[in-house]
């Protein structure tokens, strides 16, 4: 049952990750559309919204790979809470210093605490148990 909630949840998490990541580079004008962030057609800017995009792809990648392999749970849950946990704190960050941002990026600040915590106590709770 252990095998099967953690592949469900890196599934879950790379999925989400994919997705997003996939929507950035694709599309990022649409995607930043989502948080009320205007259109550009500024390659500059276009490519520095692609950027991370890319990055979200490959670490879903290498997320999804690990879900189907038990014996690599374990870099799936690293690389996811790093993942989150990492965008989480920049968002938190942005509180701090720029104020509250729109909504839907507050929702997403919940969602990455959500991933990011839940990947780090999966990992911390595998430790205890080696």
Known sequence: MKRILATMFLVLSGGIAA??????MLDPNGFLAL????????VNRLSEARAPGGFLLVTAAVILFTALRPGRHHIGYTLSALLYLGYAMGRMTGLLMDGWPDTSLIGALGLELVFGLSALAALMNRRRCA
């Open 19 to 24: 997705l997003v990541g996939t929507w950035l």
């Open 35 to 42: 948080s009320g962030i205007s259109g550009t057609s500024d």
